[in-house]
């Protein structure tokens, strides 16, 4: 059965301290792994896709990176605004997108 | 601001009411998307919308009625729910292949009294 993990639940940073955010995925036949931002009362922002391992993207001060069994988002010298959650999403070869339950990123100044 | 616009924010209805929420894109994307999403909780699918058929039904209580007038154009009807159905519906569209990702709108807050 597809799968999709996140770690820790919830973070809490102080402003400049990087992290990263952990998501552990058994799918089959991966099509896309999925980062997205939600902020509440929002709907999810789309932030990256990964296709294959070894694959990195960035944005500001977010970087994702996947291997075969995981992805990370890596977040450098976090700014209030970044507090939000972080929702992980993969896809296989049944077609269904698979989220995670989300990791809570609090940045205090 | 994101280009899935959903109508309204927010909604506030009776057990016995009837209402629909409302979802647009125009980025020409061909399959839409129902989610509910609880507190604290990743968004939950209910339906799926390709070339405005409907292709996916998750099971779904049939007081919850989709629509798709075009390809632009998604509706949720709404009748006779629960307290428990008081969730953030969120609508989303992709251009429908399965290594695209799905671009979501604010929702719509819908609590039921």
């Known amino acids: 059965e597809d799968q999709v993990t996140q770690s820790p639940e919830a973070l809490r940073l102080q402003e400049g301290e990087s992290s990263s955010l952990n998501c552990s995925y058994t799918v089959s036949g991966l099509r896309g792994l999925f980062w997205y931002r939600q902020d509440p009362g929002k709907g999810p922002e789309f932030l990256f896709t990964l296709y294959s391992a070894g694959e990195e993207k960035e944005k500001e001060r977010l970087k994702a990176t996947l291997t075969k069994k995981e992805s990370f988002l890596h977040i450098t010298a976090p700014k209030p605004e970044d507090s939000a959650t972080y929702l992980c999403a993969a896809r296989g070869n049944t077609g269904k997108l698979i989220f995670g339950q989300g990791t809570t990123l609090q940045v205090k100044p | 601001d994101t280009e899935v616009t959903q109508t309204p924010k927010h909604l506030v209805m009776g057990m016995t009411n009837k209402k629909s929420l409302k979802c647009e894109q125009h980025m020409g994307h061909r399959a839409m998307y129902w989610y509910k999403q609880k507190a604290k909780k990743p968004p939950e699918l209910m339906f799926v919308y390709s070339y405005e058929k409907l292709s996916i039904n998750e099971s779904v209580p049939s007081r919850f009625s989709p629509e798709c007038p075009n390809s632009s154009l998604l509706n949720l009807h709404l009748h006779a729910l629960q307290p428990e159905d008081s969730a953030l519906y969120l609508c989303?569209?992709?251009?429908?292949?399965?290594?695209?990702?799905?671009?979501f709108g604010n929702g719509t807050r819908l609590t039921v009294t």
């Open positions: 989303a569209s992709s251009p429908g292949t399965a290594n695209s990702p799905l671009h």
